[in-house]
């Protein structure tokens, strides 16, 4: 079967993602298909190296992100085994650097509901930490899948209010809204610090997902901080707790002697 080579350009709508999450794409696009079912093993690392054209450190990753979504498993000497044709759960988020953060953007589709320049009350504010009553763009909406056969949560962004007036067009924009915030306005996002933590779904996320208000949710918080350790844009995020999954690699530090 003739497979297309991966190239590092082009003009592709995911031709910015790192070569290993698009390679992860088109083996996962594969085994949806039927081209590996359930229960064959995938070509092997050299095969996959020759087919797509790509490193043996770049298929190695792209089969990390496979195993992290639960469709394949590896063992040594064994190859990689398809043991399911889709995630477990609607969605799988696997990060280790900036990078992948930024691309979860890019694997997904952000759908804005309403746009508004607001006054932070005291629960924002210290979600934001920020001082309350200033003046924030907030942007609500439901971010998808890439297919739109899934709601993967609910968003609220707020962005500095310097950045107001770049961001008039924001529902009309197909990318990830920092990238809109670097682009047109010349700052660059230098950190991202994220927190995870458990509560009950808000009324309101709720509603938009539509499921039950109240229901166990995951509640991640994105603070996309400038030079200077300010805050250019908070992503506030509401995950059903049944339908996402979220993976760390953690790798041991070099021991003292």
């Known amino acids: 079967m003739a497979t297309a080579r991966l190239s590092p350009g082009g003009t592709t709508p995911d031709s910015t993602l790192p070569l290993y999450q698009r390679l992860a794409r088109t083996l996962r696009a594969d085994i949806a298909a039927g081209v590996n079912p359930v229960g064959t093993t995938l070509p092997t690392e050299v095969e996959l190296c020759d087919r797509h054209g790509v490193s043996r450190h770049t298929v190695r990753e792209a089969l990390r992100l496979l195993v992290d979504q639960g469709l394949i498993e590896r063992r040594?000497?064994?190859?990689?085994?398809?043991?399911?044709?889709?995630p477990p759960v609607a969605y799988v988020h696997s990060i280790r650097s900036?990078?992948?953060?930024?691309?979860?953007?890019?694997?997904?589709?952000?759908?804005?509901?309403?746009?508004?320049?607001?006054?932070?009350?005291?629960?924002?504010?210290?979600?934001?930490?920020?001082?309350?009553?200033?003046?924030?763009?907030?942007?609500?909406?439901?971010?998808?899948?890439?297919?739109?056969?899934?709601?993967?949560?609910?968003?609220?962004?707020?962005?500095h209010a310097r950045f107001a007036g770049l961001l008039t067009d924001v529902g009309r924009q197909a990318g990830?809204?920092?990238?809109?915030?670097?682009?047109?306005?010349?700052?660059?996002?230098?950190?991202?610090?994220?927190?995870?933590?458990?509560?009950?779904?808000?009324?309101?996320?709720?509603?938009?997902?539509?499921?039950?208000?109240?229901?166990?949710?995951?509640?991640?918080?994105?603070r996309y901080l400038d030079a200077s350790g300010g805050p250019m844009?908070?992503?506030?995020?509401?995950?059903?707790?049944?339908?996402?999954?979220?993976?760390?690699h953690l790798r041991r530090d070099d021991e003292p002697a």
């Open 76 to 86: 040594q000497g064994a190859g990689s085994r398809v043991i399911a044709t889709a």
């Open 233 to 248: 844009m908070v992503a506030v995020n509401w995950h059903p707790g049944d339908r996402f999954a979220y993976t760390i």
């Open 98 to 159: 900036l990078s992948e953060l930024f691309s979860y953007t890019q694997d997904t589709r952000f759908e804005v509901a309403g746009v508004a320049l607001v006054a932070l009350g005291e629960a924002d504010a210290a979600t934001i930490r920020w001082p309350a009553e200033t003046r924030w763009l907030r942007i609500s909406g439901v971010r998808w899948t890439a297919d739109r056969s899934e709601t993967v949560c609910h968003v609220t962004v707020f962005a």
């Open 176 to 222: 990830p809204i920092h990238a809109l915030i670097e682009s047109r306005s010349g700052e660059r996002v230098e950190e991202a610090i994220q927190e995870v933590s458990a509560a009950p779904m808000p009324s309101a996320a709720a509603k938009a997902l539509n499921i039950r208000a109240g229901a166990p949710a995951l509640r991640i918080v994105r």
